[in-house]
Nanobody
């Protein structure tokens, strides 16, 4: 069984910062790809950032230079540090684990950027 639980979302002003956390039920970092996705109203779910077991990162163009994905293997937790947030970052953010052809998802955490 794989369980992913996101936390850290909330209301933040434009230009501010948030750190999202994704706690896994067991160690996953050595076996697959961790990622953060987001979905805004009336939009498709889109990749924000990903992190491979080897430490390779990938970012969507719209967050490069602002967001950072990282992990703490001892805590079985992956993070998304969100800096210089914009109103268009408003969405539900989901943690994802991918291995082979399988995908596992957390329940999502709401991020709202507004003044």
């Amino acid at each position: 069984q794989v369980q992913l639980v996101e936390s850290g979302g909330g209301l933040v002003q434009p230009g501010g910062s948030l750190r999202l956390s994704c706690a896994a039920s067991r160690s996953l970092f050595s076996t697959g790809i961790m990622g953060w996705y987001r979905q805004a109203p009336a939009k498709q779910r889109e990749l924000v950032a990903s992190l491979t077991s080897g430490g390779r990162t990938n970012y969507a163009d719209f967050v490069k230079g602002r967001f950072t994905i990282s992990r703490d293997s001892d805590k079985n937790t992956v993070y998304l540090q969100m800096n210089s947030v914009k109103p268009e970052d408003t969405a539900v953010y989901y943690c994802n684990f991918r291995i082979l052809s399988l995908n596992y998802w957390g329940q999502g955490t709401q991020v709202t950027v507004s003044s």
